[in-house]
C-alpha cells in the first residue's frame, strides 16, 4: 500500500485551506484535493464584487487579511489565500478531482481521483455549496444563453436580460447590468423581494423598480426558455418577453450526488443536512468529517465563512486524538 496520510481534505476553498492550516499546525500530514483552481468558488464570483464580510472576520490561520476598504474585494480574497498557501506550504493538488471513496478493511480510506490514488486514516469534505446552482428545471434552462452565475456586466450592454431571483445575488446583478446598458427585467416568484437583500441595496434596486428603470413581474414564474424569448406565468396569465440572456439568480445547494456517493447519509427532510454530529462534525462515516459551509444541507445562509472558522481546528484535534488512541 502507498503511503498513508492523517488526513485528506476534499475541496480547496477557505475552509479546506483553514483544514489544512490545522492539521499542520497540529502536526498531521494532510492532502488537500481541489478539483478546480485555488479557492474555486470564489474564483468563479463576480470579478467586481465585494464581501458583506469585513476583512477581520475572515482571517484563519492566524495571518492578517489585508484590504483597502473595510470590505474586501475578490482580487484581495484571491492574493490573501495565495499568500496562505505559501506561508504554510500546505500540501495542495488542484485541478484533481475525487471521483470516489471506499473505507478498506483495516479501516483506511481509499480515495480515487481524475490523476491518481490517495490512502488516509480520516478524511474532511469541505465542498461547499456554489458549484451546484439549484436549476429552475424548464425546457431551455441548457440554452448557451441561461447563466447560473454572474462574473462581468460588460457582455449584457444593450442586450435584453431577465434576472431571475429575489435576495441578493439577484438585486446585485440587476443593478449592475442595469447600470452598464443592459435592458434589465427581473421575474419574481414571491409577492416581494427577499427582506434580507442588503440594506445598501434593496433600496436602490426598489427605487429603479418604482420608477420603471427596471420592469419587475412578482407571483412570476418561468414555464420556458427560447431562443429569442422567455416565456412566463404571473397573476394575469401566462405572456412572452423578447430575450437575449436569461441569469437565473437561483441559489446554490450542496453537491449531494457527490456525497451520497461518498456514502455520506443526507436526511430527506427539512434542510436536507448531511448526516454529522454537531459536536464532533463527524459523518455517518467514521472518521468522515464535513466542514464549512456543507454542514448546513440547504440553508445556505446559515453557516458562512466567518462563522465556521473553528471547523479546521475542532477536527485536526479530534484527528490527533484518535491517531493516539491507535
Excluded at 485555488?38 to 463576480?46: H, I, Q
Excluded at 498557501?85 to 485541478?95: G, V
Excluded at 425546457?139 to 429575489?166: M, N, S
Aim: charged fraction near 20%; glycine fraction near 8%; charge should be negative.
Amino acid at each position: 500500500m502507498q503511503n498513508i496520510v492523517d488526513l485528506i481534505i476534499i475541496g480547496g476553498g477557505p475552509t479546506g485551506i483553514n483544514c489544512g492550516i490545522a492539521a499542520s499546525e497540529a502536526g498531521l500530514s494532510h492532502l488537500i484535493l481541489e478539483k478546480g483552481v485555488l479557492v474555486n468558488s470564489l474564483y468563479n464570483f463576480p470579478v467586481n464584487m465585494t464581501f458583506f464580510s469585513t476583512s477581520k472576520l475572515l482571517e484563519i490561520g492566524n495571518t492578517p487579511f489585508i484590504s483597502h476598504g473595510d470590505k474586501p474585494t475578490r482580487r484581495e480574497a484571491l492574493e490573501y489565500y495565495r499568500r496562505l498557501i505559501e506561508k504554510y506550504k500546505l500540501n495542495l493538488h488542484l485541478f484533481e478531482e475525487v471521483l470516489s471513496m471506499q473505507q478498506n478493511a483495516d479501516q483506511v480510506y481509499h480515495i480515487y481521483t481524475s490523476k491518481g490514488d490517495y490512502y488516509a486514516h480520516s478524511v474532511v469534505v469541505a465542498t461547499g455549496f456554489y458549484d451546484t446552482p439549484r436549476l429552475l428545471n424548464v425546457p431551455g434552462e441548457d440554452l448557451p444563453k441561461v447563466k447560473h452565475y454572474f462574473d462581468d456586466p460588460h457582455p449584457y450592454v444593450g442586450q435584453k436580460v431577465l434576472v431571475i431571483g429575489a435576495r441578493n445575488s439577484a438585486c446585485d446583478v440587476a443593478l449592475e447590468t442595469y447600470y452598464k446598458g443592459a435592458e434589465v427585467t427581473m421575474a419574481v416568484r414571491g409577492e416581494a423581494l427577499h427582506d434580507k437583500v442588503k440594506y445598501w441595496i434593496l433600496p436602490n434596486i426598489e427605487n429603479r423598480i418604482k420608477d420603471g428603470s427596471i420592469k419587475a413581474y412578482f407571483n412570476t414564474h418561468v414555464l420556458e426558455i427560447r431562443p429569442q424569448e422567455v416565456v412566463l406565468e404571473g397573476p394575469n396569465g401566462v405572456f412572452t418577453l423578447e430575450n437575449d440572456f436569461v441569469l437565473a439568480m437561483t441559489g446554490y445547494q450542496p453537491n449531494y450526488a457527490f456525497l451520497r456517493k461518498l456514502g455520506i447519509e443526507i436526511e430527506p427532510e427539512g434542510d436536507c443536512l448531511p448526516v454529522h454530529d454537531a459536536e464532533t462534525l463527524e459523518t455517518n462515516l467514521p472518521n468522515v468529517y464535513l466542514a464549512g459551509v456543507v454542514c448546513a444541507g440547504a440553508r445556505i445562509n446559515k453557516l458562512f465563512i466567518e462563522n465556521t472558522r473553528d471547523h479546521g481546528e475542532m477536527i485536526a484535534q479530534r484527528v490527533k486524538e484518535k491517531l493516539v488512541e491507535v
